[in-house]
């Protein structure tokens, strides 16, 4: 029967970090998983299916399993389907260039890290192998749950978006005073204030961008300029922000500035989910679905 050895892992594990390490904001797990194989060759064995998971290749399975230690290593970072690389997994990746003492590597830190962890009886390791299979079906289910989610937003009509934004607003306590009609956009969207009257700082000023394109430092800066001493400004981009306008609000001292990308929203929904309306919901409507949870 073939096997895969600890040196080929290491290599499709090396190649992720290859092509993550000049993307700090990651990328989906979908996308990594279908370049690896242009850049390392699957075998016959590693392009076929185990008989327990006729949906996913031997190769997938392998290299979800082999990132778990990875995650516990403190060198990668999984969040709705997106991976990130660590400051640590960079040096790691640098340090350490064989493929097979990588991974052996990434394995002695999850070691050392289940150390620190209560032991309970002699079926340990029975219940570790059945808790990783655990967070690969969770991983998978929450990447496939996260690809809907963006895609029914990113579908929506702009003023059902802009209205989103606005029941958000009001389950988050705040008073909504004005949503800008239909028209010609003339940078602010939205107008909430603390208190029903607006007799109490900050005034909250909203401009939504709903589009693909990431948001330039130039569109936060126009955004900006609108806003007086007492505002804080709430800027949401569905197609996120570019690097540059992230350190544009991150340094800026003068005007009170706020980014939300998509994934940011979402946190905010799911968060405040319990106090919308039934009606407000019906904007983006979720439900929950529990999973055994994988010891952490």
């Known amino acids: 029967m073939a096997e895969i050895t600890r040196q080929r892992t290491g290599q499709f594990l090396r190649v992720i970090f290859k092509l993550l390490m000049d993307k700090p904001d990651g990328m989906q797990a979908k996308d990594i998983l279908t370049e690896i194989p242009k850049i390392v060759p699957l075998t016959e064995y590693e392009s076929g299916y185990y008989a327990s998971t006729p949906n996913s290749t031997r190769f997938e399975k392998i290299v979800r399993f082999a990132t778990i230690d990875l995650v516990k290593a403190g060198w990668l970072v999984k969040s709705k389907g997106r991976w990130f ?30 150390k620190t962890r209560p032991q309970e009886d002699s079926l340990e390791a029975v219940e570790e192998e059945e808790g990783s299979k655990v967070a690969v079906t969770v991983e998978e289910a929450e990447e496939l749950a996260w690809e809907q989610i963006q895609q029914f937003l ?3 009509n702009p003023y059902d978006f802009q209205e989103l934004i606005a029941e958000l607003l009001r389950a988050m306590g705040y008073h909504v005073a004005w949503i800008a009609p ?23 000023k909203v401009q939504v961008k709903h589009r693909d394109q990431s948001t330039s430092v130039e569109g936060l800066r126009a955004f900006m300029s ?6 804080l400004g709430l800027f949401v981009a569905s197609g996120g922000f570019t690097s540059d306008a992230k350190e544009e609000a991150r340094t800026q ?6 980014l939300i990308d998509l994934e940011s929203l979402f946190d905010l929904w799911v968060e405040h989910y319990p106090r919308l309306t039934q009606e ?17």
């Open 85 to 114: 690389i660590t400051e640590e997994g960079k040096q790691a990746y640098n340090k350490i260039t064989d493929p097979e003492e990588f991974y052996k590597e990434a394995a002695r830190l999850y070691h050392e890290w289940k």
């Open 154 to 156: 990113q579908g929506m």
């Open 182 to 204: 239909p028209g010609k956009d003339r940078g602010i969207d939205i107008i909430a204030y603390n208190d029903p009257l607006g007799a109490t700082v900050p005034r909250i």
């Open 226 to 231: 609108v806003l007086g001493t007492d505002d």
């Open 253 to 258: 001292e003068r005007r009170k500035i706020t």
């Open 280 to 296: 407000a919901r019906q904007h983006l409507p979720l439900k929950s679905i529990y999973f055994l949870a994988p010891a952490e």
